[in-house]
């Protein structure tokens, strides 16, 4: 083993003279060499920038994966170096539960059939949430982790380099000025007053002595100014990146955006497709027109349809299923339409429907109408009347009055 006791003892050295240069400074007894003011924005705009990059990151781990115990795992399988294991999302083991469910209760069944359904649905919005974590990982998280492991430890490297650098400046600073006051001192001596020879002799020795100690100080100062402005050239770069840092989170941002804005849009579709298909079993277990409270399906979402303009916005009608042609044809036209002379109630409308046609009334939320049925008419249907005014009204939107 190679031990270097010169080098241990010359690092011991400097490590003292930088501790004891950096108390001093501390304790307001020394000096302190300032970095110019473009240079100290360049270290605040990099430590903002640090600082926030972080609690971002952490956040979207958060959405991505709200189980801590998840995010631990998956943490130490990345450290390991280890593939991290496929997760069942929340939407498919759901999914799971209600297909094995239907299964026990009988697919045939109403209930049965509607937890296929929407357990096939639940699949799919795990799918979904699933390539969605996917896709954010790699274009979100990935260059930010990359950022904080890879520039920013390369840029704290060098910061750290420099101000060792900078405390050696400030220390040969010092020495060379209490090489100068002594020499100066010495300079002052013999005391005239004094005859002896002997005083002369080593007075002039004292001051050839501090006056190379004074050499030797400018001499190190020199270099140790040419280490620092070079190392503070380096930093100065790796802090102007920066700027690079922020372009290339904007492009990954604008792709975290574009991935999550698919995601809810995927989720819509699918949640519009389920309740069309929901709509044609409605009348099988809907008993309480009061207890049904459905979001309205006149327009999407204001939101909704500002950020996801490809998205079908359609009002979500249900559809007559099982109605032969003559009695919807019947049923259809308004004017041929007569109310029958009991089993009339009143409503009150819960939200605002758009008529799809001619043969749909138009309705506006708390109004009050009357409705009736007819004999083979859709379960999800009712006749309304408004004054003059007739037409088709669906169920749905109605609270049906004693």
Avoid at 74 to 98: C, H, I, W
Avoid at 248 to 260: A, D, G
Avoid at 277 to 302: C, D, I, K, M, Y
């Amino acid at each position: 083993m190679d031990f270097n006791v010169k080098k241990l003892a010359s690092d011991a050295g400097v490590f003292f003279s930088r501790a004891m240069q950096f108390t001093e400074e501390k304790l307001g007894q020394a000096e302190k060499t300032e970095l110019d003011a473009h240079f100290e924005n360049l270290l605040a705009r990099a430590d903002c920038t640090k600082n926030w990059t972080e609690k971002i990151l952490r956040q979207t781990e958060v959405l991505l994966q709200p189980n801590p115990s998840a995010r631990v795992e998956e943490f130490l399988y990345e450290k390991l170096d280890r593939k991290v294991p496929s997760r069942v999302t929340n939407g498919e083991l759901l999914a799971q539960y209600m297909t094995e469910a239907a299964n026990d209760f009988g697919s045939g069944t109403p209930y049965g059939k509607t937890l296929i359904k929407v357990g096939e649905t639940q699949r799919r919005l795990g799918a979904a949430e699933r390539d969605f974590i996917h896709s954010a990982s790699i274009n979100f998280l990935t260059p930010l982790r990359n950022f904080l492991e890879g520039d920013w430890r390369t840029i704290s490297k060098e910061r750290r380099i420099l101000q060792n650098r900078r405390l050696d400046l400030d220390a040969c600073k010092a020495r060379l000025k209490k090489a100068k006051a002594a020499e100066a001192k010495a300079a002052a001596v013999p005391d005239f007053q004094e005859t002896r020879p002997r005083n002369y002799i080593l007075s002039a020795s004292a001051s050839a002595l501090w006056s190379d100690e004074v050499e030797k100080a400018e001499h190190e100062l020199r270099l140790t100014q040419t280490e620092f402005d070079r190392q503070a050239e380096v930093t100065r770069l790796l802090l102007e990146g920066i700027s690079s840092t922020h372009v290339n989170h904007l492009r990954c941002l604008h792709e975290f955006v574009e991935s999550q804005t698919n995601y809810y849009a995927q989720c819509y579709q699918y949640m519009l497709d389920l309740q069309k298909q929901l709509g044609r079993f409605s009348g099988t277990f809907v008993g309480n027109a009061e207890s049904t409270s459905p979001p309205p399906a006149t327009a999407s979402p204001p939101a909704v349809a500002a950020t996801l303009p490809a998205v079908p916005t359609i009002p979500v009608v249900p559809t007559i299923v099982g109605v032969p042609n003559s009695v919807a044809e019947s049923v259809l036209n308004p004017n041929e339409v007569k109310p029958p002379a009991s089993g009339t109630r009143k409503a009150r409308v819960l939200y605002d429907y758009e008529a799809a046609d001619s043969t749909e009334l138009a309705l506006l939320a708390d109004e009050m109408i009357t409705v009736y049925s007819l004999p083979g008419m859709d379960p999800d249907w009712l006749i309304g009347e408004r004054g003059n005014q007739k037409g088709k009204v669906p169920v749905t939107y109605l609270e049906l009055l004693s």
